[in-house]
Each structure stands twice: as structure tokens, then as C-alpha cells.
């Protein structure tokens, strides 16, 4: 059973206040894009986990992987022994801020749901998607969708015609919980800027396919964060700019760099210039939005 599985960009992240559970109350808007992984399961006597492709550095192949937990949870909730060889062909970058491990565990839990003989309606998969993590559920629908809560509870929002992004890989890694305890400092140091306001005008200029004004309206609050954590972004921001994106953002916590640009010619041509400028470990050229988790074969 194989499953593909978008990574994500976030068009918009206002972090609220903390809660009382450490995690963050959100209004996002998220669209998935044309990179992907691909978990495969196959029937076997007991889980294992082996991850391969582009993209592996760092990532675990034992229960510390929430493609793992993703597996164990589908069992203990629907009494199935977690039986299943995975197998994680990544190309999403790691710790990215692109959510690929949540896609990991949407995949997981498509694909372990069919291997089972489950077949769990996509609401049912989408409510053990939000107890595994914040990005799951969002993996599993894909699209352009607002999230709120703490990213987990998903509208589905209208954008017309695609969008065509570069991405800007990094050399490192940054920890998402990182990212959010920074925010947490600058503002308890009064150093934060000012808080995003709501999306509307970011969906209305998706509603309209209008990739001028989307990249006037794009905005991150843990931008900030991980400018502090990694200084180097500014210059990676700023070479795609100086290149002629329409906008240039950190991919939710970083370090992944997303501009958006007119078209696919223009795509191709911005990440060949960014890659000559040494201000990122390789390029990427993709679209949005594509559909959530799919089973492939
Ligand atoms: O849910 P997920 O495992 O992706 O979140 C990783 C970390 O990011 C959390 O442990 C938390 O520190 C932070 N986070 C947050 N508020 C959110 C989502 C994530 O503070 N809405």
C-alpha cells in the first residue's frame, strides 16, 4: 500500500496567546504543495520502520518517528495489532517547517488504515491525525485550507488556478517548539512585532487567483523567531527579493525559505539564480495547492 504526501506552506501564521497545554492558539492558512513523500506498508509480522530518499538526515526509524506513533495509535484505537514493514521515501526537508513528518503520519495512517482492511472515512483518519500533531490533519486533506485551534480544525478555503513557489532548502534544521518559545521571549520582552491581524484580504486575493496581491498579504508571526534562531535567512529573504519574487517568507518555523513568483518560467529561473548565490543548500521549484494524502498503488 503506498500512499503520496504533500508538504505544506503556511500563506499566513498568526500565533495567539500560549495555552494551558504549552501549545499555541492559531489562525493559519495553509496550502499544500507539489513536494512530496511517499510511505509505503506492506503486511508484516511485527512494525518496522526504514526511511530512505533525498531527505533522511536526523530522521528517526524507531518509535520516536510519528509515522510510528501513527501506526501504533490506528491500532490501539481500532484493535488491531500494529503489524506493518514502513517504509518513508522522504523528499520533504527535514525539520523544514514544512510539516513532512506530520505528512509521515498522515501517510501512515491512510496507509495502515487500507493495509488493515479499516478503510476509515477520511473524518475518522482527520480525528487521529489532530491527536498525533498540529499539521496532520491538514496533510491528510491538503489544498488551501484555514486552520485554527492549534492548526488542527480545518475550513476549507477557495483558491482558483496555482501558485508557483520556490523553496529555499537550508543546511540545518530548526525545532518548531524552539521557534514558538522564542516568539514567547521576544514578546514577553516587548521586542515581538506586532501580531498579524485576520486573513481576509490573503483569502480573498486566493478566491480571485491573484498572485500579486496573495504576495502582498502573506505573513508569519514566528518569522521574527526564526530570524533570531538563524540569522542567515535574512540573507536568503533577501537575494529572492532582490531576484524579482513577488514575496519572500519563512515557511512556518523555518528554515525553509518560500517565494512565491508569477509562473512556472519565472519558478525555474529564480531558483537557478538563488542556487548560484550561495544563500541556501539547494533549490526547489514547486506548486499549490494538490490534494492531501492519496494512495498511490
Ligand atoms: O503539534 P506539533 O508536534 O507539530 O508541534 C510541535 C511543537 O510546536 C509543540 O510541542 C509546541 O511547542 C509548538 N506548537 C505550539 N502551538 C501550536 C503548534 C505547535 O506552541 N499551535
Redesign the pocket.
Known sequence: MRVRVPAKINLHLG?GE?RAD?????LTVFQAVDLHDEVTATAAADLSLAIEGAETGGVPDDSDNLAWRAAELLGDEYGVPPRAALRIRKSIPVAGGMAGG?ADAAATLLACSVLWGLDLPRPELALLAAEL???VAFALTGGTALGTG??EQLTPALATGQFHWVLALADFGLS??DA??ELDRQRAAGTADDPLGPPDALLDALRAGDAVRVAAELGNDLQPAALALAPQLRATLRAGTELGALAAIVSG?GPTCAFLVADGGAATALAAALAGEGVCRTTRVTAGPVPGARVSS
Open positions: 500565533v500560549s504549552g501549545y499555541h492558539e492559531l506530520s500533531g498540529s499539521d492549534r492548526g518548531t517548539a514558538y518559545r518555523s
